[in-house]
């Protein structure tokens, strides 16, 4: 989204007379995509003075907020989880690299607005990202992978386990005016990346989960026509073909904070669930320095446990303390 179509977003709002706590169900075109939200803070709020105790600079803060996005600035600020639900997020103010959440778990549908202050408290820079990413940030043990899943039967073979999307997917994307021109249906999605199957990439090492689906990633996005994969942290992973990447060199599939079949709505695409979402899970063999692609299961989120068992991991609910990298705010 470019910084004009940002600045029509919060020309409209202004005018829409919505509050911050308004839905945005029906109002889509009204909805701020991360990356512009970010850049529009980013310029609304830097150098701010936000050295204040800590209830006022929570006003001062989040009226700053409501300025900067074109919203109405409310008498009083309701304790609703997140604190702006029309845009759907939450406001941290960093002063150390160490992001505290309190009694309540990481949501991967919302987004969350980090906000570096320096010692004397004005602000100097603003990140925006989604709960997958705070996920991911988390070395401590604090979080638990909430989801797992395996196949309920040995994969021997490749499959489509969805034979179409989900309808609100052919109504929003696959209609005589998509919203996203250039997005593929799922049997063309499978299509494409069966071709992958029996070919073999680089394995940097039996410790190196990352950059081996990194590799998975790229390959993909050239089959599907994208030039190349950037890792920026965000679900889906393939965000313009609503496509999730799993890479199994072992038979538990990791789901994070993500339940597949889930009515969540995607934290930057509002308009979607996380039952639209596809999923591409792709089996390998390790071989010497090599991976080598076996097989792919592609379905829907809407489908997914039909064909895999879920199981639970432990979910804690307190004070959560997560680690920032030393460059996250730069």
Same mark, same amino acid.
């Given at each position: 989204?470019?910084?004009?179509?940002?600045?029509?977003?919060?020309?409209?709002?202004?005018?829409?007379?919505?509050?911050?706590?308004?839905?945005?169900?029906?109002?889509?075109?009204?909805?701020?995509?991360?990356?512009?939200?970010?850049?529009?803070?980013? $310029?609304?709020?830097? %150098?701010?003075?936000?050295?204040?105790?800590?209830?006022?600079?929570? /006003?001062?803060?989040?009226? /700053?907020?409501?300025?900067?996005? *074109?919203?109405?600035?409310?008498?009083?600020?309701?304790?609703? =989880?997140?604190?702006?639900? %029309? +845009?759907?997020?939450?406001?941290? &103010?960093?002063?150390?690299?160490?992001?505290?959440?309190?009694?309540?778990?990481?949501?991967?549908?919302?987004?969350?607005?980090?906000?570096?202050?320096?010692?004397?408290?004005?602000?100097?820079? &603003?990140?925006?990202?989604? *709960?997958?990413?705070?996920?991911?940030?988390?070395?401590?043990?604090?979080?638990?992978?909430?989801?797992?899943?395996?196949?309920?039967?040995?994969?021997? =073979?490749?499959?489509?386990?969805?034979?179409?999307?989900?309808?609100?997917?052919?109504? /929003?994307?696959?209609?005589?005016?998509?919203?996203?021109?250039?997005?593929?249906?799922?049997?063309?999605?499978?299509? $494409?990346? @069966?071709?992958?199957? *029996?070919? @073999?990439?680089?394995?940097?090492?039996?410790? =190196?989960?990352?950059?081996?689906?990194?590799?998975?990633?790229?390959?993909?996005?050239?089959?599907?026509?994208?030039?190349?994969?950037?890792?920026?942290? +965000?679900?889906?992973?393939?965000?313009?073909?609503?496509?999730?990447? /799993?890479? +199994?060199?072992?038979?538990?599939?990791?789901?994070?904070?993500?339940?597949?079949?889930?009515?969540?709505?995607?934290?930057?695409?509002?308009?979607?669930?996380?039952?639209?979402?596809?999923?591409?899970?792709?089996?390998?063999?390790?071989?010497?320095?090599?991976? $080598?692609?076996?097989?792919?299961?592609?379905?829907?989120?809407?489908?997914?446990?039909?064909?895999?068992?879920?199981?639970?991991?432990?979910?804690?609910?307190?004070?959560?303390?997560?680690?920032?990298?030393?460059?996250?705010?730069?």
């Amino acid at each position: 989204m470019s910084a004009q179509m940002a600045t029509d977003i919060v020309r409209r709002i202004r005018r829409s007379g919505l509050s911050i706590y308004d839905s945005l169900e029906q109002r889509t075109d009204l909805f701020i995509g991360h990356e512009a939200l970010e850049r529009t803070l980013q $310029r609304a709020l830097v %150098g701010l003075n936000l050295d204040y105790p800590l209830r006022t600079r929570s /006003k001062v803060l989040k009226s /700053k907020v409501c300025e900067a996005l *074109g919203y109405p600035i409310p008498s009083s600020f309701r304790k609703t =989880q997140p604190r702006f639900p %029309g +845009q759907n997020f939450d406001t941290y &103010v960093q002063k150390a690299d160490n992001l505290q959440i309190w009694n309540e778990e990481v949501s991967v549908s919302r987004r969350y607005v980090l906000i570096r202050v320096d010692e004397r408290g004005k602000v100097v820079r &603003v990140r925006v990202v989604t *709960g997958e990413v705070i996920a991911r940030l988390d070395t401590t043990g604090t979080l638990t992978h909430k989801f797992q899943a395996r196949a309920r039967a040995p994969i021997n =073979q490749s499959v489509l386990l969805s034979a179409v999307d989900t309808p609100n997917v052919v109504s /929003k994307l696959l209609s005589t005016m998509p919203v996203w021109p250039g997005f593929l249906p799922i049997q063309d999605v499978f299509d $494409r990346l @069966t071709g992958l199957i *029996g070919s @073999t990439l680089r394995d940097p090492g039996r410790d =190196q989960e990352r950059n081996r689906g990194a590799a998975l990633h790229n390959a993909v996005c050239r089959k599907l026509g994208k030039p190349s994969w950037r890792d920026d942290g +965000q679900f889906p992973d393939v965000t313009d073909q609503l496509l999730e990447i /799993k890479l +199994q060199t072992a038979p538990t599939i990791d789901l994070g904070l993500v339940c597949p079949d889930g009515n969540e709505a995607i934290a930057d695409y509002p308009e979607f669930h996380h039952r639209d979402v596809r999923y591409a899970v792709f089996y390998a063999t390790l071989r010497k320095s090599a991976v $080598r692609l076996d097989h792919l299961i592609l379905t829907t989120g809407a489908d997914f446990f039909t064909f895999f068992r879920r199981f639970e991991g432990k979910v804690k609910n307190a004070k959560l303390q997560i680690p920032l990298p030393g460059d996250f705010f730069r």
